[in-house]
């Protein structure tokens, strides 16, 4: 990683814990500026720690993908049945970033009981025709129940969701499938 400034400050995202050991998904923040800038966007981050001791273990980088999870949304990593975990990066300047980062939201994979990412990577934005996902519940089996922004990157408000629908993104088939809800009523601003 990056060298630390004294001015960066992690903002967790999201954290689960698989065979004795806490991953937890962060991003930085610059507080020196008001408001906040997002640091060192174009990268997933998860921090590994061993449990219950929580003794460092070590920082996972990805550059595949953006920074995991959003702002006061937990939604960075997901721990499925077997114990492996997928990270999940959205991107959108909607979800709390200061900017919109050059990567495409996407899903990584940790297998369990390891401190690297896998080769698996599943471009959502691509298979959602454009649009980011920017909440997720995970529901079991590979998927995930995800609001879904209907708009572009470009005609996101900074920290508001809104236009969402809902779809059903399925991870071991790398799907995303609007589910017939057109719209939900819009999640209260960050």
């Known amino acids: 990683m990056n060298e630390l400034s004294t001015s960066d400050w992690p903002r967790l995202t999201g954290m689960t814990v698989s ?60 721990q499925t049945e077997s114990g492996n975990m997928y990270t999940f990066s959205n991107t959108s300047i909607a979800n709390g970033f200061t900017e919109n980062s050059t990567k495409k939201a996407a899903f990584l994979h940790i297998p369990k009981g390891t401190t690297q990412f896998d080769d698996y990577y599943f471009d959502v934005e691509t298979a959602a025709r454009g649009l980011k996902p920017v909440h997720l519940q995970y529901l079991g089996n590979g998927k995930f129940f995800a609001q879904v922004s209907t708009l572009q990157s470009e005609e996101m408000t900074r920290w508001a969701d809104k236009e969402l629908k809902a779809c059903i993104i399925d991870v071991k088939e790398k799907t995303v499938k609007d589910n017939g809800i057109r719209k939900l009523p819009s999640v209260i601003s960050h």
Do not use: H
């Open 19 to 78: 065979d004795n050991k806490i991953y937890i998904t962060y991003y930085l923040t610059d507080e020196t500026k008001k408001p906040s800038v997002t640091r060192y966007i174009n990268k997933a981050y998860v921090a590994v720690y061993s449990y219950p001791e929580l003794e460092y273990i070590t920082t996972m980088e990805d550059e595949r993908a953006a920074i995991a999870g959003s702002w006061n949304a937990y939604n960075g990593i997901f």
